[in-house]
């Protein structure tokens, strides 16, 4: 029996103050979890507290060696965002929930690259791969209290002689469209050549004029009518 009041031994209660980016889990004599959001709050006896961040953290997923559909070694890294949604379900469904969501992105970064070959992985967005992984992860953080709020593929390396392999191949595109396009210009220049001959051929006059611009500066210009010019070769 105790001795002391029971407003005072309210009072003589411990307290514990649960700041803004938390919750507080309250576990007593094996009844359910009680959520104690922020504030400050009265400890009963035999009652046991666990703190959850809620804050947002990054993990990374370091180097992995997948192969893409083709039979290509891919070396891929990911980081993925996360924070807690369900304090519950985080605290007591798995023991490393963590772990598991670490494992789902690993794990769905094998089924996307292993989806795709390796030119399609190169030429693809890596918010695209991001995209697929993230949907494959979603389910499973869900199941265990946490909501993944992004993933990044940071690095996708292939094979050095495929890489070089490849860059060949987008130097001898640029080059070939390069050519292409000078073939153009001088199809349009001859093409405007042919024109322009069409033209002075029909306009002789303009032929002339032509000719009279073309000629330097200070040249003597001599205009002989076509009868004179007769009559000057038959004499």
Do not use: C
């Not at 891919?74 to 996360?82: G, P």
């Not at 992985?121 to 389910?139: E, K, M, N």
């Not at 330097?216 to 076509?226: A, K």
Request: proline share 6%.
């Amino acid at each position: 029996m105790s001795l002391v009041p029971t407003s005072l031994e309210h009072l003589l209660l411990p307290t514990h103050t649960v700041q803004p980016w938390e919750v507080a889990l309250l576990r007593r004599d094996g009844e359910p979890t009680e959520v104690l959001r922020p504030g400050r709050h009265v400890v009963r006896r035999r009652a046991e507290l666990q703190v959850v961040d809620l804050r947002e953290r990054i993990d990374l997923v370091p180097v992995q060696e997948v192969l893409t559909a083709d039979g290509v070694s891919a070396k891929v890294s990911a980081v993925f965002r996360w924070t807690v949604a369900d304090p519950i379900a985080h605290t007591e469904r798995v023991r490393d929930p963590v772990g598991a969501v670490y494992l789902a992105v690993q794990l769905g970064l094998r089924d996307v690259l292993a989806g795709q070959d390796a030119e399609s992985l190169v030429r693809s967005p890596r918010t695209r791969l991001a995209d697929g992984v993230r949907d494959r992860a979603t389910v499973t953080a869900a199941e265990i209290g946490i909501r993944l709020v992004d993933v990044v593929v940071k690095d996708v390396v292939l094979p050095a002689d495929l890489r070089a392999a490849y860059a060949e191949l987008v130097v001898g595109r640029h080059r070939a469209q390069a050519q292409l396009e000078a073939a153009r210009a001088e199809t349009a220049a001859l093409r405007s050549l042919a024109n322009g001959a069409k033209l002075l051929d029909d306009h002789p006059s303009l032929a002339q004029l032509r000719l009279v611009q073309a000629l330097p500066p200070g040249s003597r210009v001599e205009l002989v009518q076509p009868g004179r010019a007769a009559d000057r070769s038959a004499d």
